[in-house]
């Protein structure tokens, strides 16, 4: 029964590995490298853009990690397995008191 499970939990961990591998990135167009990186509200909420195309959040009810990102003029989606969150851009990334930010659905994310 241990070999069992042992096999299971290590076919399911390569399961997961090779998927998430196989997400389909597209790096970040010139334009929208100004969104790579980590950016973080004041609840702990965060998300994450990497110049690869690649991204990852966390807030309340949800959270991705290494998943696809996709940037609009007004959106951003971060997905991966059917998991995906999509964020309104109401205002693009700003320098405000030597901080850069970008409000994401009326809420203000700092650049770390």
Do not use: R
């Not at 389909?24 to 980590?38: D, R, S």
């Amino acid at each position: 029964m241990k070999t069992t499970k042992k096999n299971l939990t290590a076919l399911l961990l390569f399961a997961i590995i090779a998927l998430s591998s196989c997400v389909n990135k597209t790096p970040l167009v010139q334009e929208n490298k100004i969104f790579a990186g980590k950016w973080v509200t004041n609840d702990g909420t965060w998300i994450q853009i990497f110049n690869d195309g690649g991204g990852s959040f966390e807030k309340s009810n949800s959270s991705v990690t290494g998943g696809a990102t996709s940037i609009t003029d007004s959106t951003i989606s971060i997905g991966l397995m059917g998991i995906e969150s999509t964020f309104s851009i109401n205002k693009s990334p700003y320098e405000e008191n030597g901080n850069l930010k970008m409000e994401l659905d009326g809420n203000v994310y700092i650049k770390q």
